[in-house]
């Protein structure tokens, strides 16, 4: 007997558990299983990574096959609010992997995609609706659905929503829902706000916390490289050539590159791509086909990197995913647990590597009081700054990217609200990278000094050389700074890289830094 039919889980919901192989319950779906079977509202503290998708989804189907009811024209009996597209479908896939031995119609809707086949999709009504909020609501003011049907409600993610500006779109659904519900509410973390929000939705719900946010991060290798902004790229792309090549000494299956910004994540596909590494880029600025493509492709493994803003990712379950890189820092320290959260997935070990800059060490130390996990320094590679000078120039923008920035310009004009943009942050992740503080974390004059910034070739190793002048009086001044010892024996370094003699760098576990973190109770950081 399975565990899982110790919860009282209906028989088709055990079969289909069977079949994709799941023995045990996990933690969280140990505790909110039976209570959400008993109709209780749930107030579930947890990230992805820890079965939660399975936790709302077998006591709530268990509730619907057990109590049938024709299906209304235009309506849900269960609706489940996700801030991503990606994630929303997800959800909506791994919920029909569980109803697969019942009759059940989960249909998923969100924006960057023609609304009219969505709606069309609708009008027989369906058992299940996962949704992106903005999507939904366009429906709604359309009259192409209603909610005035739904029995179980979940809010995914509602940290994230936050983030990406849901709140009133939250407001407004909410007054849309039957009083008489059953509502489940999660989120990653649950600062005051988010628990504000929360109690707009549940009533006397069952609190169930799990996989405090250290756990995730303790089962990966945390390493850090200190460098400066303009030096990121080439660091990027010898590690990723040295871990992908065949044979490796210590091989990067799948990488997840994460950049602060869209433009930034374009940017680093522009440099892979001629020093022969496939990869592609998954951001709110790609139409929903590219990002799907980019995420089926990775899936299938045949892109072993996948470059990606933190919206964009948020809660992409891919397995095998060895490494995490994280090409800026991100200011808020639980957006990290995030993101290295996209390896050492399903118990598996995985590698986190953070390549920081001078202005980005509050943030790492941020991060290590969140986690309390220190963040193995790596030094440079040896050869570093001979091998980066010879790392071949950037690609130009495709044609597809021209055409693409110019379709957005456009859309822009327009209002970008057609395109149902809204629906998923599209046209906010949009508006968040250009009004953003800087370009992922480079200065202009960063950027001038760029190895290989996005320069006509025959520049570039002028550049290169400054840059590398620059590098070595920054490295000098960081050794006359540490000189008491303060260099970590490094035990390897990055991945793939050769090993390199122990040298002096500046190190944000030791040094001085007096800028206090600007994490988390600044605003939080905008973001592609
Ligand atoms: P989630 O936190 O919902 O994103 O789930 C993380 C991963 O764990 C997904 O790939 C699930 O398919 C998988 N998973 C969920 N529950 C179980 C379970 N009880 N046993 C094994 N794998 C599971």
Do not use: W
């Not at 024209?73 to 909506?92: D, F, H, K, N, W």
């Amino acid at each position: 007997m399975s565990y899982f039919s110790d919860l009282g889980l209906a028989e088709p919901l055990l079969r289909a558990l069977e079949a994709k192989g799941y023995n045990d319950p996990t933690p969280i779906q140990q505790k909110s299983i039976p209570a959400l079977i008993e109709g209780r509202d749930l107030l579930g503290l947890a990230q992805t990574g820890t079965g939660k998708t399975a936790a709302f989804s077998l006591p709530s189907l268990h509730r619907l096959i057990t109590n049938p009811q024709p299906r209304k024209s235009a309506s849900c009996r269960m609706l489940v609010l996700s801030p991503t597209r990606e994630l929303a479908a997800q959800i909506a896939e791994n919920m029909r992997g569980y109803a697969k031995f019942v009759n059940m119609s989960i249909q998923c809707i969100f924006g960057g995609v023609p609304a009219g086949k969505q709606a069309r999709a609708l009008v027989p009504g369906c058992d299940v609706l996962v949704a992106t909020p903005g999507r939904l609501l366009d429906l709604i003011d359309q009259r192409a659905f209603t909610l005035r049907d739904v029995e179980i409600f979940v809010l995914d993610e509602a940290d994230q929503m936050m983030d990406l500006g849901f709140i009133n779109p939250l407001k407004r659904i909410a007054r849309l829902l039957p009083q008489q519900r059953q509502s489940l509410f999660f989120s990653a973390t649950m600062p005051q706000a988010i628990e504000a929000l929360g109690k707009q939705f549940i009533n006397n719900p069952v609190k169930v916390e799990v996989a405090p946010q250290s756990t995730t991060a303790e089962r990966v290798e945390q390493r850090a490289i200190l460098i400066s902004q303009s030096e990121k790229q080439a660091l990027l792309t010898m590690t990723l050539r040295a871990g992908l090549a065949e044979g490796a000494a210590d091989p990067i299956e799948r990488a997840i590159i994460f950049t602060r910004t869209k433009h930034g994540a374009d940017r680093v596909v522009r440099h892979l791509t001629p020093a022969g590494i496939e990869a592609a880029a998954i951001h709110g600025d790609k139409s929903q086909a590219q990002r799907t493509a980019a995420l089926k492709g990775f899936r299938e493994n045949r892109i072993k990197v996948l470059v990606a803003t933190d919206i964009a990712a948020r809660g992409i379950d891919v397995s095998g995913v060895s490494h995490v890189f994280n090409f800026e820092i991100p200011n808020v320290a639980e957006q990290y647990v995030h993101r290295i959260g996209r390896t050492a997935r399903a118990g598996a070990d995985g590698i986190a590597l953070s390549f920081v800059a001078e202005d980005e060490r509050p943030y790492i130390r941020a991060i290590e009081r969140l986690t309390g996990v220190k963040l193995k320094i790596l030094p440079l590679p040896e050869d570093f700054l001979r091998e980066a000078a010879r790392l071949p120039a950037p690609a130009k923008r495709t044609s597809g990217e021209m055409q693409d920035a110019a379709r957005r310009d456009g859309g822009r004009r327009d209002g970008g609200r057609r395109d149902g943009g809204r629906s998923e942050g599209g046209r906010r992740e949009g508006s968040r990278s250009e009004g953003g503080r800087r370009e992922g974390g480079r200065s202009n004059n960063d950027r001038r000094l760029s190895v290989h910034g996005d320069r006509p070739r025959d520049g570039a190793r002028s550049q290169g050389q400054r840059e590398a002048d620059r590098a070595r009086g920054e490295r000098r001044d960081a050794e006359r700074r540490n000189r008491d010892g303060a260099a970590r024996p490094a035990a390897a370094g990055p991945r793939g890289a050769r090993p390199a003699p122990v040298r002096s760098q500046f190190d944000p576990l030791r040094e001085n830094v007096d800028a206090a973190p600007r994490g988390n109770g600044q605003r939080r950081q905008r973001q592609g």
